[in-house]
């Protein structure tokens, strides 16, 4: 019995050999001739084979990310690819390049540049913020009579704008004071002048090149660039609810530039600071101040109310730079 025994295991142990040396045989000879590699398909369709998948997916997320060429923001593609790991003969050669190429000729790009307004009406364009600023505050220098009513707007499209130097755009946009300009003189009792209701908006942080403290203490209720179906457009400031009448303190030291009642913004006060800065005290229920008056950082300035396009009471604060809105957020609260 245990002679048998033995018998068969060592039978077992001769083919338990040969099915190991097979299957050595046969990867040996698939590692031979093959090597592992992955086919990529986009929309269904095989379009090539990929030896470093990772490699190949990063390459492509950089140019939906960036594009290829100065001015892009992002490229939309549909269509990504898929992979699948499959054996590949020898001899055979990946076609990464053809690839990416393949995805190229299917992505949109969308161009960033800057449109300069007059008047809510673009005029003008220049490739970067940096140039867009230099034409405000060249106009600024030279006093253009225009000057309170150019912004900047930060523009998303698929077709790339013709742009102009920054010197150009000063030539054409600069309108020449007239010789004899009359002057109205402000006064305590004044509760007028000029606002810019833009829309334009930026989600980056700029350097204000002063200091901000709250206006008021309590709940933010609705945050900058937020959609709302009691506004026509992204939220241009910050939302801070309160009760009625709370003392609105200035933000930082300023000129007024306006303190009076604005369509949907009820009863403002617009602060001018350094820079080309400015802030927005909105929905006011009693202004305290009038145009022309400087006013102290801390000081009071207004009363939170509910006036103009509002549900309850609660102080809407706006930080502009040069006419665009930026988010109060990175700055205070």
């Known amino acids: 019995m245990l002679k048998k025994l033995l018998l068969h295991t060592r039978r077992s142990i001769k083919m338990l050999i040969l099915i190991l040396l097979s299957i050595f045989l046969i990867i040996g000879l698939v590692v031979l001739f093959y090597r592992p590699t992955?086919?990529?398909?986009i929309n269904g369709e095989q379009v090539g084979y990929t030896e470093n998948k990772s490699k190949l997916q990063a390459k492509i997320n950089d140019y939906i990310e960036n594009g290829d060429s100065s001015n892009v923001?992002?490229?939309q593609v549909d269509n990504l690819p898929e992979y699948e790991m499959c054996l590949l003969k020898k001899g055979e050669t990946a076609n990464?390049?053809?690839?990416?190429?393949?995805?190229?000729?299917?992505?949109?790009?969308?161009?960033?540049?800057?449109?300069?307004?007059e008047n809510q009406e673009e005029k003008l364009y220049v490739s970067n913020f940096t140039?867009?600023?230099?034409?405000?505050?060249?106009?600024?220098?030279?006093?253009s009579n225009n000057i309170d009513n150019i912004t900047i707007a930060e523009k998303y499209d698929?077709?790339?704008k013709d742009f102009i130097s920054a010197e150009e755009?000063?030539?054409?946009?600069?309108?020449?004071?007239?010789?004899?300009?009359?002057?109205?003189?402000?006064?305590?009792?004044?509760?007028?002048?000029?606002?810019?209701?833009?829309?334009?908006?930026?989600?980056?942080?700029?350097?204000?090149?002063?200091?901000?403290?709250r206006p008021?203490?309590?709940?933010?209720?609705?945050?900058?660039?937020?959609?709302?179906?009691?506004?026509?457009?992204?939220?241009?400031?910050?939302?801070?609810?309160?009760?009625?009448?709370?003392?609105?303190?200035?933000?930082?030291?300023?000129?007024?530039?306006?303190?009076?009642?604005?369509?949907?913004?009820?009863?403002?006060?617009?602060?001018?600071?350094?820079?080309?800065?400015?802030?927005y005290y909105a929905h006011c229920s009693k202004l305290y101040v009038s145009v022309g008056e400087q006013v102290a950082q801390?000081?009071?300035?207004?009363?939170?109310?509910?006036?103009?396009?509002?549900?309850?009471?609660h102080l809407h604060l706006e930080i502009r730079i040069n006419g665009v809105a930026y988010n109060p957020q990175n700055y205070v609260y």
């Open 216 to 279: 008021v203490s309590g709940v933010i209720t609705s945050r900058f660039a937020a959609s709302s179906r009691i506004r026509s457009s992204s939220h241009t400031g910050l939302d801070i609810a309160t009760s009625t009448g709370t003392p609105i303190k200035a933000a930082a030291s300023g000129k007024v530039t306006f303190s009076g009642t604005k369509g949907s913004y009820g009863k403002m006060v617009v602060i001018n600071h350094s820079n080309g800065v400015q802030t």
């Open 96 to 117: 990464d390049d053809k690839i990416f190429e393949k995805i190229k000729s299917q992505g949109i790009p969308y161009y960033r540049y800057y449109a300069i307004l």
């Open 158 to 160: 698929t077709e790339l």
């Open 73 to 75: 923001a992002y490229v």
């Open 298 to 313: 801390g000081q009071t300035i207004a009363a939170v109310g509910s006036t103009g396009n509002s549900t309850g009471p």
């Open 169 to 213: 755009a000063v030539a054409k946009l600069y309108v020449e004071k007239p010789k004899q300009e009359i002057k109205v003189a402000s006064s305590k009792s004044s509760k007028s002048g000029y606002v810019n209701t833009s829309t334009a908006i930026s989600g980056k942080k700029a350097s204000l090149g002063i200091s901000l403290i």
């Open 131 to 143: 140039e867009a600023e230099t034409v405000v505050n060249n106009l600024k220098e030279k006093e």
């Open 38 to 41: 992955y086919k990529v398909y």
